[in-house]
Protein backbone atom coordinates (compact mmCIF):
# COMPACT_ATOMS: atom_id res chain seq x y z
CA UNK A 1 0.00 0.00 0.00
CA UNK A 2 2.81 2.48 0.88
CA UNK A 3 4.33 2.35 -2.07
CA UNK A 4 0.75 3.13 -4.37
CA UNK A 5 0.63 6.08 -1.79
CA UNK A 6 3.99 7.43 -2.51
CA UNK A 7 3.15 6.99 -6.38
CA UNK A 8 0.28 9.40 -5.63
CA UNK A 9 2.18 11.58 -3.96
CA UNK A 10 4.64 11.97 -7.09
CA UNK A 11 1.86 12.06 -9.29
CA UNK A 12 0.31 15.25 -7.00
CA UNK A 13 3.61 16.70 -6.87
CA UNK A 14 3.65 16.75 -10.59
CA UNK A 15 0.13 18.00 -11.26
CA UNK A 16 0.93 21.21 -8.55
CA UNK A 17 4.26 22.34 -9.94
CA UNK A 18 3.78 21.51 -13.42
CA UNK A 19 3.76 24.52 -15.77
CA UNK A 20 0.20 25.51 -15.81
CA UNK A 21 -1.97 26.90 -18.49
CA UNK A 22 -2.52 30.35 -17.57
CA UNK A 23 1.59 30.15 -16.82
CA UNK A 24 2.53 29.21 -20.22
CA UNK A 25 3.96 30.94 -22.76
CA UNK A 26 2.00 33.38 -24.25
CA UNK A 27 1.67 35.03 -27.91
CA UNK A 28 2.59 38.19 -28.04
CA UNK A 29 0.07 40.84 -29.12
CA UNK A 30 0.44 42.83 -32.31
CA UNK A 31 1.94 45.90 -31.51
CA UNK A 32 0.48 49.09 -32.97
CA UNK A 33 1.55 50.18 -36.30
CA UNK A 34 2.75 54.02 -36.87
CA UNK A 35 -0.02 54.96 -37.94
CA UNK A 36 -3.47 53.77 -37.78
CA UNK A 37 -7.23 55.79 -39.50
CA UNK A 38 -10.44 55.29 -37.91
CA UNK A 39 -13.56 56.65 -39.85
CA UNK A 40 -16.64 57.98 -38.01
CA UNK A 41 -19.72 58.96 -38.81
CA UNK A 42 -21.65 60.88 -36.14
CA UNK A 43 -24.94 60.90 -37.48
CA UNK A 44 -25.59 57.73 -38.73
CA UNK A 45 -29.31 57.44 -38.32
CA UNK A 46 -30.01 60.60 -41.00
CA UNK A 47 -28.50 59.76 -43.91
CA UNK A 48 -30.25 60.46 -46.85
CA UNK A 49 -29.80 60.73 -50.49
CA UNK A 50 -28.25 64.34 -51.72
CA UNK A 51 -27.60 65.05 -48.25
CA UNK A 52 -23.65 65.76 -47.33
CA UNK A 53 -22.79 63.35 -44.78
CA UNK A 54 -19.72 65.03 -42.87
CA UNK A 55 -17.17 61.83 -41.75
CA UNK A 56 -13.71 62.45 -39.82
CA UNK A 57 -10.89 60.75 -40.64
CA UNK A 58 -9.00 60.24 -37.10
CA UNK A 59 -5.01 59.14 -38.26
CA UNK A 60 -3.55 58.19 -34.88
CA UNK A 61 0.30 58.43 -34.48
CA UNK A 62 1.09 55.99 -32.22
CA UNK A 63 4.24 56.73 -31.63
CA UNK A 64 6.31 58.97 -28.89
CA UNK A 65 7.13 61.52 -31.53
CA UNK A 66 6.11 63.19 -34.12
CA UNK A 67 5.64 62.14 -38.10
CA UNK A 68 6.63 63.97 -40.93
CA UNK A 69 3.79 63.27 -43.77
CA UNK A 70 2.77 65.88 -46.57
CA UNK A 71 0.70 68.10 -45.66
CA UNK A 72 -2.70 67.55 -46.97
CA UNK A 73 -4.07 70.95 -46.39
CA UNK A 74 -1.38 72.19 -49.22
CA UNK A 75 -1.71 69.59 -51.53
CA UNK A 76 -3.82 70.42 -55.13
CA UNK A 77 -5.69 67.46 -56.44
CA UNK A 78 -5.09 65.01 -57.09
CA UNK A 79 -2.86 64.44 -54.71
CA UNK A 80 -5.04 66.12 -52.20
CA UNK A 81 -7.53 63.53 -52.52
CA UNK A 82 -5.15 60.49 -52.89
CA UNK A 83 -3.36 61.50 -49.54
CA UNK A 84 -6.59 61.48 -47.44
CA UNK A 85 -9.83 59.85 -49.43
CA UNK A 86 -12.94 58.62 -49.38
CA UNK A 87 -13.97 55.70 -51.66
CA UNK A 88 -18.05 54.68 -51.49
CA UNK A 89 -19.37 51.36 -52.40
CA UNK A 90 -23.58 51.57 -51.95
CA UNK A 91 -25.30 48.08 -51.93
CA UNK A 92 -28.67 47.03 -51.74
CA UNK A 93 -29.61 49.81 -53.64
CA UNK A 94 -33.02 49.62 -55.81
CA UNK A 95 -32.70 46.65 -58.69
CA UNK A 96 -29.15 45.96 -57.65
CA UNK A 97 -28.05 42.99 -59.68
CA UNK A 98 -24.41 43.02 -59.47
CA UNK A 99 -21.42 42.41 -56.68
CA UNK A 100 -19.12 44.77 -57.78
CA UNK A 101 -18.25 47.77 -55.90
CA UNK A 102 -17.98 51.63 -56.28
CA UNK A 103 -15.42 54.07 -56.95
CA UNK A 104 -11.95 53.85 -55.73
CA UNK A 105 -9.46 56.84 -55.60
CA UNK A 106 -6.78 56.49 -53.06
CA UNK A 107 -3.09 55.90 -54.19
CA UNK A 108 0.67 56.48 -54.11
CA UNK A 109 1.62 59.66 -56.13
CA UNK A 110 4.71 60.92 -57.55
CA UNK A 111 5.98 64.75 -57.53
CA UNK A 112 8.66 66.70 -56.57
CA UNK A 113 8.26 68.34 -53.22
CA UNK A 114 9.82 71.31 -50.63
CA UNK A 115 10.41 71.06 -47.24
CA UNK A 116 7.33 73.58 -47.22
CA UNK A 117 5.03 70.76 -48.41
CA UNK A 118 5.42 68.74 -45.67
CA UNK A 119 4.01 68.57 -41.73
CA UNK A 120 4.77 66.96 -38.56
CA UNK A 121 2.10 64.89 -37.27
CA UNK A 122 2.07 65.09 -33.58
CA UNK A 123 1.30 61.55 -31.65
CA UNK A 124 -2.49 61.07 -30.82
CA UNK A 125 -5.15 61.50 -32.45
CA UNK A 126 -5.58 64.16 -35.86
CA UNK A 127 -9.29 64.37 -37.01
CA UNK A 128 -9.58 65.66 -40.75
CA UNK A 129 -13.26 66.65 -41.72
CA UNK A 130 -13.88 65.37 -44.92
CA UNK A 131 -17.58 64.80 -46.83
CA UNK A 132 -19.83 63.16 -49.29
CA UNK A 133 -22.99 63.06 -50.84
CA UNK A 134 -24.91 59.74 -50.84
CA UNK A 135 -26.50 59.76 -54.57
CA UNK A 136 -28.25 55.59 -53.88
CA UNK A 137 -30.49 54.76 -51.26
CA UNK A 138 -29.10 51.70 -49.57
CA UNK A 139 -26.23 50.20 -47.24
CA UNK A 140 -22.85 52.51 -47.79
CA UNK A 141 -19.71 51.12 -47.28
CA UNK A 142 -16.88 53.97 -46.49
CA UNK A 143 -13.44 53.86 -46.51
CA UNK A 144 -10.79 56.30 -45.59
CA UNK A 145 -7.31 56.04 -46.86
CA UNK A 146 -4.06 58.04 -44.96
CA UNK A 147 -1.86 57.61 -47.57
CA UNK A 148 2.02 58.87 -47.41
CA UNK A 149 4.22 58.22 -50.17
CA UNK A 150 7.01 60.15 -49.93
CA UNK A 151 9.99 60.95 -47.33
CA UNK A 152 12.38 63.31 -48.94
CA UNK A 153 12.07 67.01 -50.30
CA UNK A 154 14.16 69.13 -52.34
CA UNK A 155 16.14 72.18 -51.12
CA UNK A 156 15.88 75.77 -52.04
CA UNK A 157 19.17 75.28 -53.74
CA UNK A 158 18.29 73.17 -57.04
CA UNK A 159 21.87 72.07 -57.23
CA UNK A 160 21.45 70.05 -53.94
CA UNK A 161 20.63 66.75 -53.67
CA UNK A 162 17.25 65.49 -52.46
CA UNK A 163 17.24 65.25 -48.21
CA UNK A 164 15.20 62.26 -46.67
CA UNK A 165 13.07 63.19 -43.74
CA UNK A 166 14.83 60.87 -40.56
CA UNK A 167 11.45 60.82 -38.59
CA UNK A 168 8.90 59.68 -41.86
CA UNK A 169 6.52 57.80 -42.11
CA UNK A 170 5.62 56.24 -45.73
CA UNK A 171 2.83 54.25 -45.97
CA UNK A 172 -1.10 53.45 -46.47
CA UNK A 173 -3.37 53.35 -42.86
CA UNK A 174 -7.17 52.79 -43.73
CA UNK A 175 -10.46 52.29 -42.33
CA UNK A 176 -14.25 51.33 -43.02
CA UNK A 177 -17.86 52.10 -41.67
CA UNK A 178 -21.13 51.32 -43.13
CA UNK A 179 -24.29 53.60 -42.77
CA UNK A 180 -27.41 52.90 -44.45
CA UNK A 181 -28.97 55.46 -46.50
CA UNK A 182 -32.52 56.13 -46.58
CA UNK A 183 -34.76 54.74 -49.01
CA UNK A 184 -36.92 57.91 -49.21
CA UNK A 185 -35.72 62.11 -49.32
CA UNK A 186 -34.97 63.78 -46.43
CA UNK A 187 -38.49 65.85 -44.96
CA UNK A 188 -37.41 69.04 -46.12
CA UNK A 189 -36.26 67.40 -49.64
CA UNK A 190 -39.82 65.61 -50.18
CA UNK A 191 -41.65 69.09 -49.72
CA UNK A 192 -39.67 71.11 -52.11
CA UNK A 193 -40.10 68.31 -54.67
CA UNK A 194 -43.63 68.40 -53.88
CA UNK A 195 -43.73 72.42 -54.98
CA UNK A 196 -41.52 71.46 -58.44
CA UNK A 197 -44.11 69.05 -58.65
CA UNK A 198 -47.35 71.30 -58.66
CA UNK A 199 -45.15 73.47 -60.67
CA UNK A 200 -44.95 71.41 -63.59
CA UNK A 201 -48.45 70.35 -63.16
CA UNK A 202 -49.98 73.39 -62.95
CA UNK A 203 -51.13 74.77 -66.69
CA UNK A 204 -51.18 78.67 -65.31
CA UNK A 205 -46.83 78.13 -65.18
CA UNK A 206 -45.11 79.53 -67.81
CA UNK A 207 -42.68 76.67 -69.61
CA UNK A 208 -39.83 78.98 -68.77
CA UNK A 209 -40.31 78.45 -65.04
CA UNK A 210 -41.73 75.04 -65.52
CA UNK A 211 -37.93 74.16 -67.48
CA UNK A 212 -36.10 76.10 -64.52
CA UNK A 213 -37.77 74.28 -62.08
CA UNK A 214 -36.81 70.87 -64.21
CA UNK A 215 -33.17 72.45 -64.30
CA UNK A 216 -32.50 72.60 -60.70
CA UNK A 217 -33.52 69.28 -59.97
CA UNK A 218 -31.79 67.57 -62.59
CA UNK A 219 -28.96 69.40 -61.19
CA UNK A 220 -29.04 67.54 -58.23
CA UNK A 221 -28.29 64.36 -60.23
CA UNK A 222 -29.47 61.60 -57.21
CA UNK A 223 -31.42 58.93 -57.72
CA UNK A 224 -34.18 60.90 -56.83
CA UNK A 225 -33.83 63.77 -58.71
CA UNK A 226 -33.91 60.88 -62.04
CA UNK A 227 -37.20 58.96 -61.18
CA UNK A 228 -38.48 63.24 -60.69
CA UNK A 229 -36.92 64.12 -64.13
CA UNK A 230 -38.38 60.27 -65.71
CA UNK A 231 -41.79 61.13 -63.81
CA UNK A 232 -41.90 64.40 -65.87
CA UNK A 233 -41.01 62.93 -68.98
CA UNK A 234 -43.86 60.61 -69.15
CA UNK A 235 -46.31 62.94 -68.20
CA UNK A 236 -45.71 65.76 -69.96
CA UNK A 237 -47.50 66.12 -73.36
CA UNK A 238 -45.15 66.64 -76.39
CA UNK A 239 -43.27 70.39 -76.05
CA UNK A 240 -40.40 72.63 -74.57
CA UNK A 241 -40.81 70.32 -71.80
CA UNK A 242 -41.11 66.98 -72.40
CA UNK A 243 -37.68 67.15 -74.26
CA UNK A 244 -35.75 68.92 -71.87
CA UNK A 245 -36.96 66.01 -69.43
CA UNK A 246 -35.44 63.91 -71.76
CA UNK A 247 -32.26 65.47 -72.45
CA UNK A 248 -31.66 65.83 -68.70
CA UNK A 249 -32.39 62.33 -68.59
CA UNK A 250 -30.22 61.14 -70.96
CA UNK A 251 -27.23 63.09 -69.19
CA UNK A 252 -28.53 61.35 -65.49
CA UNK A 253 -28.63 57.59 -67.31
CA UNK A 254 -24.98 58.61 -68.36
CA UNK A 255 -24.06 59.37 -64.99
CA UNK A 256 -25.57 56.60 -63.69
CA UNK A 257 -28.63 57.50 -61.48
CA UNK A 258 -30.72 57.00 -64.06
CA UNK A 259 -30.05 53.01 -64.49
CA UNK A 260 -33.99 52.38 -64.48
CA UNK A 261 -34.57 54.24 -67.46
CA UNK A 262 -32.13 52.12 -69.98
CA UNK A 263 -35.35 50.35 -71.22
CA UNK A 264 -37.06 53.36 -71.98
CA UNK A 265 -34.15 55.10 -73.62
CA UNK A 266 -33.05 52.10 -76.17
CA UNK A 267 -36.67 52.71 -77.63
CA UNK A 268 -36.26 57.10 -77.66
CA UNK A 269 -32.35 56.01 -79.63
CA UNK A 270 -34.51 53.92 -81.94
CA UNK A 271 -37.37 56.70 -82.92
CA UNK A 272 -36.79 58.69 -85.71
CA UNK A 273 -38.63 61.35 -83.63
CA UNK A 274 -36.06 61.90 -81.72
CA UNK A 275 -33.80 64.82 -81.62
CA UNK A 276 -29.98 63.82 -84.07
CA UNK A 277 -27.82 64.73 -81.25
CA UNK A 278 -29.93 62.72 -78.63
CA UNK A 279 -29.90 59.80 -80.64
CA UNK A 280 -26.53 59.82 -81.44
CA UNK A 281 -25.59 60.55 -77.51
CA UNK A 282 -27.56 57.28 -76.94
CA UNK A 283 -25.80 54.77 -79.35
CA UNK A 284 -22.15 56.13 -78.28
CA UNK A 285 -23.15 55.61 -74.77
CA UNK A 286 -25.20 52.14 -74.97
CA UNK A 287 -21.94 51.13 -77.45
CA UNK A 288 -19.78 51.87 -74.39
CA UNK A 289 -22.40 50.00 -71.88
CA UNK A 290 -22.24 47.11 -74.00
CA UNK A 291 -18.63 47.12 -74.91
CA UNK A 292 -18.21 46.61 -70.66
CA UNK A 293 -20.16 43.38 -71.04
CA UNK A 294 -23.46 45.87 -69.34
CA UNK A 295 -21.88 47.33 -66.37
CA UNK A 296 -23.06 51.01 -65.71
CA UNK A 297 -21.20 53.00 -62.77
CA UNK A 298 -23.16 54.76 -60.98
CA UNK A 299 -22.13 58.05 -59.93
CA UNK A 300 -19.15 56.34 -58.84
CA UNK A 301 -21.09 54.70 -55.82
CA UNK A 302 -21.61 51.47 -57.09
CA UNK A 303 -21.98 49.25 -60.47
CA UNK A 304 -25.08 48.33 -62.41
CA UNK A 305 -25.40 45.16 -64.43
CA UNK A 306 -27.68 45.48 -67.21
CA UNK A 307 -29.33 41.72 -67.76
CA UNK A 308 -28.29 39.80 -70.84
CA UNK A 309 -31.95 40.29 -72.44
CA UNK A 310 -31.94 44.48 -72.02
CA UNK A 311 -28.61 44.14 -73.65
CA UNK A 312 -29.63 42.27 -76.46
CA UNK A 313 -32.27 44.39 -77.23
CA UNK A 314 -30.00 47.53 -77.56
CA UNK A 315 -27.53 45.41 -79.69
CA UNK A 316 -30.72 44.99 -82.03
CA UNK A 317 -31.61 48.27 -81.98
CA UNK A 318 -27.67 49.34 -82.86
CA UNK A 319 -27.88 46.44 -85.83
CA UNK A 320 -31.41 48.48 -87.13
CA UNK A 321 -30.01 51.38 -87.09
CA UNK A 322 -26.88 51.09 -88.93
CA UNK A 323 -29.48 50.98 -91.99
CA UNK A 324 -30.89 53.91 -90.45
CA UNK A 325 -32.21 56.97 -93.02
CA UNK A 326 -30.24 59.87 -91.29
CA UNK A 327 -26.16 58.76 -92.03
CA UNK A 328 -24.69 60.25 -89.82
CA UNK A 329 -26.62 58.21 -87.36
CA UNK A 330 -26.32 54.68 -89.58
CA UNK A 331 -22.66 55.58 -89.48
CA UNK A 332 -22.28 56.03 -85.72
CA UNK A 333 -24.25 52.67 -85.35
CA UNK A 334 -21.95 50.51 -87.45
CA UNK A 335 -18.40 51.96 -85.60
CA UNK A 336 -20.21 50.75 -82.52
CA UNK A 337 -21.15 47.23 -84.36
CA UNK A 338 -17.39 47.06 -85.32
CA UNK A 339 -16.22 48.02 -81.98
CA UNK A 340 -17.92 45.68 -80.34
CA UNK A 341 -17.04 42.68 -82.86
CA UNK A 342 -13.68 43.60 -82.37
CA UNK A 343 -13.86 43.17 -78.66
CA UNK A 344 -15.64 39.82 -79.01
Known amino acids: ?????????????????????????????????????????????????????????????????????LDWEKLSPPSRDQMVSLQVRVWDYPGQNSPLGGRGSAGFFASTWTKDHYRALPPGETVIERSFVPMLPGRARIRGDFCNSHNTFWPAHPREKEVKWENAWVGRAFDTTAVSVADRLAAEDQERYAGYRLTLQDPATSPEEKLKALAEVAGEKHYFAARFV?????????????????????????FGTAYESFPLLVKVMADEKTPPEIRKTLIGWMGDVLARGGRQNLAEQAFHQ??????QEARQAVQRLARDRDPAISAQAREVQQRLADEK
Open 1 to 69: MSMIYDKVSVLLLLVLFAPSAAGAKQPQETPPKPIEVSVIVDDQDGVFVGRTLPVHVVVRNTTAGPLMV
Open 306 to 311: YPEPLQ
Open 230 to 254: RETYDAAEPGRVKEAALRHLVDLAM
